[in-house]
């Protein structure tokens, strides 16, 4: 059973910092691309970022280039996401997904190419 379970979200002012981890189990994420989605409220849930299965490519969405960096650690089976110059846009539940296939060859930002899900973490930027 694939088990994905996030942490690291809470409560910062605009332009700080937070890092999301995603913990997997029952799958090795080396073998998967790994994504971060997000939700805001009365919204559609989006793509943010992307990470290729051997961590070769990443991906993100305009709105965080620049500001946040998605990394994976093979040896934690643990995905994360650093998040810089946060801006209270930013503010959403935030779910980490992995790759329905193994080694796909270009990063995906469709949610349809994920099966498994996390149960999401809250993000808040006060302003």
């Known amino acids: 059973q694939v088990q994905l379970v996030e942490s690291g979200g809470g409560l910062v002012q605009a332009g700080g910092s937070l890092r999301l981890s995603c913990a997997a189990s029952?799958?090795?994420?080396?073998?998967?691309?790994m994504g971060w989605f997000r939700q805001a409220p009365g919204k559609e849930r989006e793509f943010v970022t992307a990470?290729?299965?051997?961590?070769?490519?990443?991906i993100y969405t305009d709105s965080v280039k620049g500001r946040f960096a998605i990394s994976k650690d093979n040896a934690k089976n643990t995905l994360y996401l650093q998040m810089n110059s946060l801006k209270p846009e930013d503010t959403a539940v935030y779910y980490c997904?992995?790759?329905?296939?193994?080694?796909?060859?270009?990063?995906?930002?469709?949610?349809?190419?994920?099966?498994?899900w996390g149960q999401g973490t809250q993000v808040t930027v006060s302003s």
């Open positions: 997904a992995t790759d329905r296939r193994t080694f796909r060859s270009l990063t995906t930002t469709a949610e349809y190419e994920y099966n498994y």
């Open positions: 029952g799958r090795t994420i080396s073998l998967y691309a």
């Open positions: 990470i290729s299965w051997n961590g070769g490519k990443t």
